[in-house]
């Protein structure tokens, strides 16, 4: 029985910087690929990023150079640390875990809650 549970969300000024976490119970990051991704008000989820179990790291074009994923094996926790944010960053952002990770919904087994992540000045 494997969960997901997302955390860290919150308001935010554009310019400024937030990391939110994601935490497997019921299994480690060990056994998955772990992936980020993110759906605003009125629009299709998109990926933001992933992390294989092999350590191959892919982010969209659109987070680029300001979001990093990262992984603690000891809490069985992975990252997503959000810099330089803008308010077209504002969504409900979700962390999903897979056995090979990709850049759709359907590669992904098992997804968390959710974390509202809202830039506005």
């Known amino acids: 029985q494997v969960q997901l549970v997302e955390s860290g969300g919150g308001l935010v000024q554009p310019g400024g910087s937030l990391r939110v976490s994601c935490t497997v119970s019921g299994g480690t990051i060990f056994t998955y690929g772990m992936g980020w991704f993110r759906q605003a008000p009125g629009k299709e989820r998109e990926f933001v990023g992933f992390?294989?179990?092999?350590?191959?790291?892919k982010y969209a074009d659109s987070v680029k150079g300001r979001f990093t994923i990262s992984k603690d094996f000891a809490k069985s926790t992975v990252y997503l640390q959000m810099n330089s944010l803008k308010p077209e960053d504002t969504a409900v952002y979700y962390c999903a875990a897979a056995g090979v990770v990709g850049v759709t919904e359907k590669d992904y087994a098992h997804w968390g809650q959710g974390t509202q992540v809202t830039v506005s000045s």
């Open positions: 992390a294989s179990r092999g350590g191959i790291i």
